[in-house]
Protein backbone atom coordinates (compact mmCIF):
# COMPACT_ATOMS: atom_id res chain seq x y z
CA UNK A 1 0.00 0.00 0.00
CA UNK A 2 1.17 3.75 -1.17
CA UNK A 3 2.27 6.19 1.81
CA UNK A 4 0.96 9.32 0.95
CA UNK A 5 3.00 12.20 1.61
CA UNK A 6 0.81 13.62 4.37
CA UNK A 7 1.51 10.36 6.35
CA UNK A 8 5.11 10.92 6.83
CA UNK A 9 6.33 12.09 10.33
CA UNK A 10 7.73 14.97 8.50
CA UNK A 11 4.24 16.76 7.06
CA UNK A 12 4.31 19.37 6.02
CA UNK A 13 7.77 20.18 6.35
CA UNK A 14 8.66 19.80 2.81
CA UNK A 15 12.19 19.50 1.86
CA UNK A 16 13.94 20.55 -1.36
CA UNK A 17 17.44 20.71 -3.15
CA UNK A 18 18.17 24.72 -3.59
CA UNK A 19 21.51 24.18 -5.53
CA UNK A 20 19.69 21.84 -8.06
CA UNK A 21 16.49 24.40 -9.01
CA UNK A 22 19.03 27.40 -8.65
CA UNK A 23 19.55 27.34 -12.46
CA UNK A 24 15.91 27.04 -13.12
CA UNK A 25 15.11 30.13 -11.26
CA UNK A 26 18.08 32.47 -12.64
CA UNK A 27 16.79 31.68 -16.10
CA UNK A 28 13.19 32.34 -14.53
CA UNK A 29 14.25 36.24 -13.17
CA UNK A 30 16.29 36.58 -17.42
CA UNK A 31 12.95 35.55 -18.64
CA UNK A 32 10.38 37.63 -16.23
CA UNK A 33 12.59 40.57 -16.52
CA UNK A 34 12.55 40.51 -20.10
CA UNK A 35 9.18 40.29 -20.41
CA UNK A 36 8.36 42.91 -17.88
CA UNK A 37 10.51 45.24 -19.96
CA UNK A 38 9.14 44.37 -23.03
CA UNK A 39 5.41 45.03 -22.08
CA UNK A 40 6.40 47.76 -20.25
CA UNK A 41 7.25 50.36 -23.93
CA UNK A 42 4.22 48.70 -24.77
CA UNK A 43 2.40 51.64 -23.29
CA UNK A 44 -0.95 51.37 -20.72
CA UNK A 45 -3.54 50.46 -23.29
CA UNK A 46 -1.40 47.70 -25.00
CA UNK A 47 -0.68 45.76 -21.50
CA UNK A 48 -4.29 45.95 -20.75
CA UNK A 49 -5.34 44.08 -23.51
CA UNK A 50 -2.69 41.55 -23.24
CA UNK A 51 -3.57 41.00 -19.67
CA UNK A 52 -7.27 40.85 -20.97
CA UNK A 53 -6.26 37.88 -23.35
CA UNK A 54 -3.82 36.02 -20.75
CA UNK A 55 -6.46 36.23 -17.95
CA UNK A 56 -8.84 34.63 -20.89
CA UNK A 57 -6.50 31.95 -21.20
CA UNK A 58 -6.35 31.31 -17.88
CA UNK A 59 -10.05 31.09 -16.90
CA UNK A 60 -10.79 28.78 -20.16
CA UNK A 61 -7.57 26.19 -19.76
CA UNK A 62 -7.82 25.91 -16.01
CA UNK A 63 -11.26 24.65 -16.95
CA UNK A 64 -10.85 22.67 -20.09
CA UNK A 65 -7.85 20.50 -17.63
CA UNK A 66 -10.98 19.46 -15.45
CA UNK A 67 -12.43 18.66 -19.51
CA UNK A 68 -15.29 22.16 -18.94
CA UNK A 69 -15.51 23.69 -22.14
CA UNK A 70 -16.22 27.49 -21.56
CA UNK A 71 -16.96 30.09 -24.05
CA UNK A 72 -13.39 32.27 -24.61
CA UNK A 73 -16.11 34.75 -25.97
CA UNK A 74 -18.15 34.72 -22.82
CA UNK A 75 -15.12 35.03 -20.58
CA UNK A 76 -13.22 37.50 -22.45
CA UNK A 77 -16.28 39.89 -22.49
CA UNK A 78 -16.86 38.81 -18.84
CA UNK A 79 -13.36 40.10 -17.62
CA UNK A 80 -13.53 42.86 -19.59
CA UNK A 81 -16.34 44.41 -18.14
CA UNK A 82 -15.03 43.86 -14.90
CA UNK A 83 -11.36 45.60 -16.10
CA UNK A 84 -13.10 48.21 -17.69
CA UNK A 85 -11.87 47.03 -21.26
CA UNK A 86 -14.02 48.14 -24.43
CA UNK A 87 -14.05 44.53 -25.65
CA UNK A 88 -15.96 45.36 -28.90
CA UNK A 89 -19.54 44.40 -27.77
CA UNK A 90 -20.75 42.79 -24.75
CA UNK A 91 -21.18 38.87 -24.70
CA UNK A 92 -23.61 37.34 -22.25
CA UNK A 93 -22.04 35.11 -19.63
CA UNK A 94 -23.48 31.35 -18.48
CA UNK A 95 -23.34 31.61 -14.38
CA UNK A 96 -20.96 28.83 -14.82
CA UNK A 97 -18.50 30.99 -16.89
CA UNK A 98 -19.46 34.14 -14.08
CA UNK A 99 -18.48 31.79 -11.13
CA UNK A 100 -14.63 31.00 -12.29
CA UNK A 101 -13.99 34.23 -13.72
CA UNK A 102 -14.86 35.57 -10.24
CA UNK A 103 -12.65 33.47 -8.31
CA UNK A 104 -9.98 34.35 -11.02
CA UNK A 105 -10.38 37.99 -10.90
CA UNK A 106 -10.27 37.89 -6.86
CA UNK A 107 -7.29 35.84 -6.60
CA UNK A 108 -5.15 38.13 -8.75
CA UNK A 109 -6.70 41.34 -8.77
CA UNK A 110 -7.05 41.11 -5.07
CA UNK A 111 -3.75 39.34 -4.18
CA UNK A 112 -2.67 41.44 -1.44
CA UNK A 113 -5.81 40.83 0.22
CA UNK A 114 -5.39 37.59 2.69
CA UNK A 115 -6.52 34.39 1.95
CA UNK A 116 -9.07 33.56 4.25
CA UNK A 117 -11.17 29.91 5.10
CA UNK A 118 -14.25 32.49 4.22
CA UNK A 119 -12.48 33.99 1.24
CA UNK A 120 -11.67 30.30 -0.28
CA UNK A 121 -15.25 28.92 0.93
CA UNK A 122 -16.51 31.80 -1.54
CA UNK A 123 -14.42 30.74 -4.26
CA UNK A 124 -16.30 27.50 -4.44
CA UNK A 125 -19.34 28.68 -3.83
CA UNK A 126 -18.92 30.54 -7.24
CA UNK A 127 -17.38 27.31 -8.65
CA UNK A 128 -20.38 25.66 -8.10
CA UNK A 129 -23.60 27.83 -7.71
CA UNK A 130 -26.41 25.41 -8.14
CA UNK A 131 -24.75 23.12 -5.38
CA UNK A 132 -23.98 20.26 -8.11
CA UNK A 133 -20.93 18.91 -10.04
CA UNK A 134 -22.27 17.62 -13.33
CA UNK A 135 -25.59 15.48 -11.52
CA UNK A 136 -24.08 14.77 -8.23
CA UNK A 137 -25.11 16.74 -5.52
CA UNK A 138 -21.98 17.98 -3.28
CA UNK A 139 -20.98 20.28 -0.26
CA UNK A 140 -20.65 23.73 -1.34
CA UNK A 141 -18.47 26.59 0.44
CA UNK A 142 -17.25 24.12 3.10
CA UNK A 143 -14.72 21.62 4.07
CA UNK A 144 -15.59 17.86 2.29
CA UNK A 145 -17.15 15.14 4.84
CA UNK A 146 -16.54 12.28 3.14
CA UNK A 147 -13.41 10.31 1.86
CA UNK A 148 -11.81 11.38 -0.89
CA UNK A 149 -9.83 9.44 -3.75
CA UNK A 150 -8.94 10.35 -6.89
CA UNK A 151 -9.43 7.18 -9.61
CA UNK A 152 -9.73 5.99 -13.13
CA UNK A 153 -10.66 3.12 -15.31
CA UNK A 154 -14.46 1.54 -15.44
CA UNK A 155 -16.17 0.14 -12.72
CA UNK A 156 -14.30 -3.14 -10.79
CA UNK A 157 -10.65 -2.08 -12.62
CA UNK A 158 -10.73 1.13 -11.18
CA UNK A 159 -7.14 2.18 -10.28
CA UNK A 160 -6.59 4.68 -7.11
CA UNK A 161 -3.88 7.64 -8.10
CA UNK A 162 -4.41 9.05 -4.98
CA UNK A 163 -6.21 8.85 -1.31
CA UNK A 164 -6.75 12.32 0.21
CA UNK A 165 -6.53 13.15 4.07
CA UNK A 166 -9.55 12.14 5.99
CA UNK A 167 -12.33 14.86 6.83
CA UNK A 168 -12.05 14.93 10.39
CA UNK A 169 -8.67 16.39 9.95
CA UNK A 170 -9.28 19.26 6.90
CA UNK A 171 -9.83 22.19 9.68
CA UNK A 172 -6.65 21.80 11.36
CA UNK A 173 -4.42 21.32 7.80
CA UNK A 174 -5.84 23.63 6.36
CA UNK A 175 -5.60 26.36 9.45
CA UNK A 176 -1.82 25.86 8.90
CA UNK A 177 -1.87 25.39 5.35
CA UNK A 178 -3.52 29.63 5.35
CA UNK A 179 -1.17 30.15 8.34
CA UNK A 180 1.70 29.74 6.16
CA UNK A 181 0.65 30.94 3.00
CA UNK A 182 -0.12 34.69 4.55
CA UNK A 183 3.00 34.49 6.75
CA UNK A 184 6.16 36.65 5.51
CA UNK A 185 8.01 34.56 2.77
CA UNK A 186 10.65 32.25 3.55
CA UNK A 187 11.03 31.21 0.10
CA UNK A 188 11.38 32.50 -3.43
CA UNK A 189 7.94 33.46 -4.20
CA UNK A 190 7.65 31.48 -7.31
CA UNK A 191 9.11 28.51 -5.06
CA UNK A 192 6.12 29.47 -2.67
CA UNK A 193 3.90 29.40 -5.60
CA UNK A 194 4.53 25.84 -6.55
CA UNK A 195 4.51 24.60 -2.95
CA UNK A 196 1.25 26.17 -2.48
CA UNK A 197 -0.70 24.20 -5.37
CA UNK A 198 1.08 21.04 -4.47
CA UNK A 199 0.13 21.70 -0.83
CA UNK A 200 -3.52 22.24 -1.31
CA UNK A 201 -4.36 19.67 -3.99
CA UNK A 202 -2.95 17.16 -1.63
CA UNK A 203 -5.02 18.09 1.18
CA UNK A 204 -7.87 18.24 -1.49
CA UNK A 205 -10.55 19.87 1.34
CA UNK A 206 -13.39 20.11 -1.34
CA UNK A 207 -15.58 17.63 -3.30
CA UNK A 208 -14.83 19.16 -6.58
CA UNK A 209 -12.79 21.89 -7.76
CA UNK A 210 -9.90 21.31 -6.01
CA UNK A 211 -7.58 21.71 -9.29
CA UNK A 212 -8.75 25.17 -10.42
CA UNK A 213 -8.64 26.80 -7.03
CA UNK A 214 -5.28 24.46 -6.19
CA UNK A 215 -4.15 26.60 -9.29
CA UNK A 216 -5.81 30.11 -8.58
CA UNK A 217 -4.16 30.34 -5.45
CA UNK A 218 -0.53 29.47 -7.65
CA UNK A 219 -1.63 32.49 -10.02
CA UNK A 220 -2.48 34.60 -6.79
CA UNK A 221 0.93 33.53 -5.60
CA UNK A 222 2.84 34.32 -8.78
CA UNK A 223 0.96 38.17 -9.02
CA UNK A 224 3.29 38.77 -5.99
CA UNK A 225 6.43 37.61 -7.92
CA UNK A 226 5.18 39.75 -10.42
CA UNK A 227 4.71 42.69 -8.37
CA UNK A 228 1.76 43.37 -10.84
CA UNK A 229 -2.17 42.42 -11.36
CA UNK A 230 -2.08 42.31 -15.22
CA UNK A 231 -1.04 39.18 -16.77
CA UNK A 232 1.40 38.68 -19.30
CA UNK A 233 1.13 35.26 -19.56
CA UNK A 234 -0.91 32.00 -18.90
CA UNK A 235 0.91 29.48 -16.79
CA UNK A 236 -2.93 27.75 -16.97
CA UNK A 237 -2.15 27.41 -20.69
CA UNK A 238 1.04 25.75 -20.16
CA UNK A 239 -0.68 23.40 -17.97
CA UNK A 240 -2.77 22.05 -20.56
CA UNK A 241 -0.66 21.66 -22.60
CA UNK A 242 1.21 19.52 -20.35
CA UNK A 243 -1.75 17.82 -18.98
CA UNK A 244 -0.55 14.62 -18.72
CA UNK A 245 3.15 15.32 -17.39
CA UNK A 246 1.46 17.37 -15.00
CA UNK A 247 -0.86 14.94 -13.50
CA UNK A 248 1.94 12.32 -13.39
CA UNK A 249 4.38 14.44 -11.04
CA UNK A 250 1.56 15.30 -8.88
CA UNK A 251 0.98 11.59 -8.19
CA UNK A 252 4.44 10.55 -8.05
CA UNK A 253 5.59 13.33 -5.64
CA UNK A 254 1.98 12.57 -3.53
CA UNK A 255 4.58 9.31 -2.47
CA UNK A 256 7.31 8.22 -0.95
CA UNK A 257 9.18 10.88 0.77
CA UNK A 258 8.93 14.09 1.91
CA UNK A 259 10.89 15.90 -0.64
CA UNK A 260 9.25 17.66 -3.58
CA UNK A 261 12.57 18.83 -5.87
CA UNK A 262 10.76 16.86 -9.16
CA UNK A 263 7.09 18.82 -8.46
CA UNK A 264 9.30 22.08 -7.91
CA UNK A 265 11.75 21.51 -10.69
CA UNK A 266 8.87 20.82 -13.15
CA UNK A 267 6.43 23.83 -11.86
CA UNK A 268 9.72 25.87 -12.81
CA UNK A 269 10.14 24.52 -16.06
CA UNK A 270 6.55 24.59 -17.14
CA UNK A 271 6.39 28.45 -15.85
CA UNK A 272 9.39 28.49 -18.34
CA UNK A 273 7.50 27.78 -21.20
CA UNK A 274 4.33 29.94 -20.61
CA UNK A 275 7.17 32.73 -19.88
CA UNK A 276 8.48 31.57 -23.79
CA UNK A 277 5.04 31.15 -25.37
CA UNK A 278 3.78 34.91 -24.52
CA UNK A 279 5.19 35.46 -28.05
CA UNK A 280 1.85 34.32 -29.66
CA UNK A 281 -0.79 36.58 -27.05
CA UNK A 282 1.60 39.59 -27.41
CA UNK A 283 1.96 38.99 -31.30
CA UNK A 284 -1.84 38.65 -31.84
CA UNK A 285 -2.41 42.21 -29.18
CA UNK A 286 0.59 44.06 -32.34
CA UNK A 287 -1.40 42.61 -34.76
CA UNK A 288 -4.56 43.86 -33.47
CA UNK A 289 -3.47 47.36 -32.77
CA UNK A 290 -1.60 47.70 -35.95
CA UNK A 291 -4.94 46.89 -38.21
CA UNK A 292 -6.30 49.99 -35.63
CA UNK A 293 -4.28 52.18 -36.44
CA UNK A 294 -3.92 52.01 -40.03
CA UNK A 295 -8.11 52.05 -40.31
CA UNK A 296 -8.02 54.88 -37.77
CA UNK A 297 -10.28 57.85 -38.33
CA UNK A 298 -13.19 55.69 -40.60
CA UNK A 299 -16.71 56.23 -39.04
CA UNK A 300 -17.86 53.30 -38.19
CA UNK A 301 -21.03 52.06 -36.37
CA UNK A 302 -21.19 50.18 -32.90
CA UNK A 303 -22.13 46.97 -35.11
CA UNK A 304 -19.35 47.02 -37.37
CA UNK A 305 -16.68 47.40 -34.72
CA UNK A 306 -18.09 45.02 -32.38
CA UNK A 307 -17.63 42.50 -35.81
CA UNK A 308 -14.16 43.66 -37.03
CA UNK A 309 -12.74 43.45 -32.69
CA UNK A 310 -14.80 39.43 -33.39
CA UNK A 311 -12.59 39.29 -36.52
CA UNK A 312 -9.83 40.46 -35.22
CA UNK A 313 -10.16 38.16 -31.75
CA UNK A 314 -11.87 35.05 -31.84
CA UNK A 315 -13.67 34.22 -34.74
CA UNK A 316 -14.03 31.24 -35.89
CA UNK A 317 -15.61 29.71 -38.84
CA UNK A 318 -18.19 31.01 -41.63
CA UNK A 319 -19.99 34.06 -41.29
CA UNK A 320 -23.63 34.20 -42.37
CA UNK A 321 -25.56 37.27 -42.93
CA UNK A 322 -28.08 35.66 -40.72
CA UNK A 323 -25.35 35.09 -38.06
CA UNK A 324 -24.34 38.67 -38.18
CA UNK A 325 -27.68 39.68 -37.81
CA UNK A 326 -27.77 37.42 -35.03
CA UNK A 327 -24.71 38.57 -32.97
CA UNK A 328 -25.28 42.03 -33.53
CA UNK A 329 -28.98 41.75 -32.52
CA UNK A 330 -30.34 43.35 -36.29
CA UNK A 331 -32.39 42.34 -39.10
CA UNK A 332 -30.51 40.86 -42.10
CA UNK A 333 -30.92 43.97 -44.29
CA UNK A 334 -29.09 45.73 -41.73
CA UNK A 335 -26.39 43.42 -41.77
CA UNK A 336 -25.97 43.37 -45.50
CA UNK A 337 -26.03 47.32 -45.60
CA UNK A 338 -22.98 47.38 -42.80
CA UNK A 339 -21.22 44.40 -44.54
CA UNK A 340 -21.38 46.41 -47.88
CA UNK A 341 -20.34 49.83 -46.16
CA UNK A 342 -17.23 48.29 -45.10
CA UNK A 343 -16.21 47.19 -48.32
CA UNK A 344 -16.76 50.90 -50.06
CA UNK A 345 -14.54 51.68 -46.90
CA UNK A 346 -12.08 49.92 -47.76
CA UNK A 347 -12.69 47.73 -44.37
CA UNK A 348 -13.35 44.21 -45.68
CA UNK A 349 -12.08 43.17 -48.83
CA UNK A 350 -14.08 40.64 -51.14
CA UNK A 351 -12.17 37.65 -52.32
CA UNK A 352 -11.94 36.58 -55.92
CA UNK A 353 -13.82 33.44 -55.61
CA UNK A 354 -17.61 34.83 -55.84
CA UNK A 355 -20.30 33.16 -56.11
CA UNK A 356 -23.54 32.89 -54.30
CA UNK A 357 -21.53 33.25 -51.15
CA UNK A 358 -19.19 35.69 -51.27
CA UNK A 359 -16.25 35.41 -48.58
CA UNK A 360 -14.31 38.48 -47.33
CA UNK A 361 -11.13 39.52 -45.46
CA UNK A 362 -10.60 42.07 -43.12
CA UNK A 363 -8.01 44.46 -45.41
CA UNK A 364 -4.51 43.69 -44.33
CA UNK A 365 -5.49 40.46 -42.42
CA UNK A 366 -5.51 37.09 -42.86
CA UNK A 367 -8.68 36.92 -40.92
CA UNK A 368 -11.78 35.38 -42.89
CA UNK A 369 -15.17 36.66 -43.41
CA UNK A 370 -16.98 33.72 -45.55
CA UNK A 371 -20.30 33.00 -46.60
CA UNK A 372 -22.19 36.21 -46.44
CA UNK A 373 -25.03 35.74 -48.49
CA UNK A 374 -25.14 38.59 -51.42
CA UNK A 375 -29.53 38.05 -51.39
CA UNK A 376 -32.17 38.56 -48.91
Known sequence: MAVYIYQLTQ??????????????????????GKLLGRMESLGFSLRQEASLENLTLDVVK???????????????????????IDVGGVVPADRNVEGIVEVMMDATQHYKQPLTRERIFGWHAALFPMGYSGKDKI???????????????????????????????????MEKFLEWLNG???????????????????????????GRIARAIADRQLVWADETPQRFYSMSAQIHKEKDAYYKILEETQKGTIDITEW?????????????????????????????DQHSGRELNERQLKMI?????DFKGKMTSSKWASLTKTSHDTALRDIQDLVVKGVLVREASGGRSTSYVLEGTTAVLTGISNSN
Open 11 to 32: WPHFEWDSERLATSLGKLRYQH
Open 62 to 84: SSEIEGERLSAAQVRSSIGLRLG
Open 139 to 173: TVGAWRTDKMQVVSGPEGRKIVHFEALGPEVLEQE
Open 184 to 210: QPATDPVIKAAIAHFWFVTIHPFDDGN
Open 264 to 292: LEWFLGCLGRALANTSETLAAVLAKKAWW
Open 309 to 313: NKMLD
